[in-house]
């Protein structure tokens, strides 16, 4: 199991990026996925998930902002962040749990001006 992770940079307050995460290895239809961020000094926690038949869940703190997408044509979900704040600077991570999880590289999303 293969997850690449991309997207991430530097953005203004209020700016908008996009994440992509491209698992191999899997059958990527049949499995949800997920997206979670580490912030400095802080512990891994949970963003946002979508099930296999594409119904997200969000945690409090970016419902409204975030929206998780999935293509399984590509093998691929999404995480569009809108309205980005500062508290939201962290290291990304997509996972799939198979037995056991499995996280990506990660990909810095640094929210600043």
């Known amino acids: 199991v293969q997850l690449q992770a991309s997207g991430g940079g530097l953005v203004q307050p209020g700016g908008s990026l996009r994440l992509s995460c491209k698992a191999s290895?899997?059958?990527?239809?049949?499995?949800?996925l997920g997206w979670y961020r580490q912030a400095p000094g802080k512990e891994r926690a949970l963003v946002a998930t979508?099930?296999?038949?594409?119904?997200?869940d969000y945690v409090d703190s970016v419902k409204g902002r975030f929206l998780i997408s999935r293509d399984n044509t590509k093998n691929t979900v999404y995480l569009q962040m809108n309205s980005l704040k500062p508290e939201d600077t962290a290291v990304y991570y997509c996972?799939?749990?198979?037995?056991?999880?499995?996280w990506g590289q990660g990909t810095l999303v640094t929210v600043s001006s």
């Open positions: 290895g899997i059958m990527f239809r049949f499995n949800t």
């Open positions: 979508i099930t296999s038949g594409g119904t997200p």
């Open positions: 996972n799939v749990k198979i037995v056991r999880d499995y």
